[in-house]
């Protein structure tokens, strides 16, 4: 009871998107509608609407098309039937390099404006801007706005652009690439990395609930594809369904157990020649991934992948050769990239750590050479050795990849990603080739 009488004395507020005046269609009302709904959450004696909730009760009403300026009785409505009982209604207008922002506080209940806000200013004091319209409007319905320290400058309205389209996309995936782009473009934009981590966070519980499921399925499959009783056509058709679903989910550990344990069974002896091949490849065992590939070009000279085993074997190969030769030049071109350095600077230091990602890395050089450089200047404050320390930190990733010890690569690429987006891009290529298992 203590706790309904409290929610029933909190105002509620309903934040609905920012209208462009221009008439444009864009994302940047919802990128603007997001940050001081954000904001907004941080009001003491304030309950927010989450805009999932709003947006639900929008489309139920089919109010889409006028969400951005709803009329009275539209507001009435959709404030009631989400709880609130104040709403935000406010728009936009940029020109050149300057933008206005209005706003109005609309009580639910009555439908009457209880408050209204007007401030212009540069495009890039968009987070003060909207400081000054939220603190006008709280003013105005009775409540202390909290207050800020001094924002930091946008960098550029792309950044505010692709902010909106990663708000409104609902491609879990893609909305973390606009969000990736928008830190891109400012790396300081605190509301695209807040809901970057919140986005990661959940999407590795979404991995984790997709993969008991997965192993429930495959220990179904798994089962059934061994047994007896059941032809040796379905059998094999079974195998090969659950060598797929492995394969496809990049679960290399458990598709060489299952390609071992179903080595033995005549109608899979071939595809599970196969598939223990792709998943030591995968795993990065590239010994045991040659022994695997020699064992099915003896055993099926006529096989449906000999041509795909025999090409990806001479790649191996070729790619041991010129690392092999890598090494034979290292000390020499390591010379050179030192060529005209003072010793014990870290230009120096971070010489034998480049020069071993150098073209046919050599990863054991590389993983040694760059973690004594990370070793000896960690704590370093200087730009160049800031630069250099990012740069390692990947190579060390990559190179604990490249060896297959993807159990320390993955939470060293975790942290650098946290970290620093100088090396996103190409670290989220590299994890969506590892292993998930």
Known sequence: ?????????????????????????????????????????????????????????????????????????????????????????????????????????????????????????????????????????????????????????????????????AVVEPDGPKKQELLQLALGEDPEFVYAARDLAELQQRMSGYAKVSSARLQKEEGELLQRASDARLPAAERARLAGQLFDALAAARRYHSLADVATRLSERKESRENAAWQLFRARDGLHSFDLALQAGEHYLKEFPTGLHFREVESRMHEIVETRRKRDARRAEYQSDLAEKRQGLRPNTPDWDYAPCIAARWNNQVNELMLASCTAFLEKHRNDPGSDAREHLTAARFFIILALAEEGDFAHARPLADKLIADSDDWDEELRKLIASWPTD
């Open 1 to 165: 009871m203590h706790l309904l009488l409290v929610l029933a004395l909190t105002p509620a507020v309903a934040v609905m998107p920012f209208r462009d005046l221009s008439g444009k269609s864009g994302a940047v009302g919802e990128a603007i509608r997001e940050t001081v709904t954000s904001d907004l959450k941080e009001v003491p004696g304030l309950r927010v609407i989450e805009r999932a909730s709003i947006d639900q009760v929008i489309h139920e009403q089919k109010l889409q098309a006028r969400m951005t300026d709803l009329d009275a009785i539209a507001t009435v409505r959709v404030g009631t039937l989400v709880g609130a009982s104040l709403i935000v209604a406010g728009a936009y207008q940029r020109s050149n390099a300057n933008v206005r922002l209005t706003a109005r506080f609309v009580q639910v209940e009555t439908g009457e404006i209880v408050g209204t806000a007007k401030v212009d200013g540069p495009e890039r004091e968009l987070f003060s801007l909207e400081d000054q319209i939220t603190g006008q409007l709280l003013e105005s319905a009775g409540l202390k706005p909290r207050p800020r320290p001094k924002r930091p400058k946008l960098r550029s309205w792309k950044t505010i652009e692709l902010y909106g389209d």
